[in-house]
């Protein structure tokens, strides 16, 4: 996920990783949180419940990372 959030908001790691919130990011937009949600479930082949698209699971990449936590969990 942190490849696929780095690519598309078109940052390194480096500064992915020092972001405490994605949306402080100038290249953030809820499109670009769009596509590494859509790139993320392709890979991972799931779907998130769009219940839980929420600011608060899309703007940092930790919450990101549970949510597909949580949504693989639920596949299982």
Sequence with gaps: MRDTAASVLAVDA???????????????SSFRVVT??????EELGV????AELTPDNL??????????????AKGV
């Design 14 to 28: 480096a500064t992915l990783a020092a972001t405490g919130n994605l949306s402080d990011l100038p290249t953030f």
């Design 36 to 41: 590494i949600v859509e790139r993320t479930e």
């Design 47 to 50: 779907e998130v419940d769009a």
């Design 59 to 72: 703007h940092r990449l930790d919450a990101l990372c549970a949510l597909f936590v949580r949504t693989a």
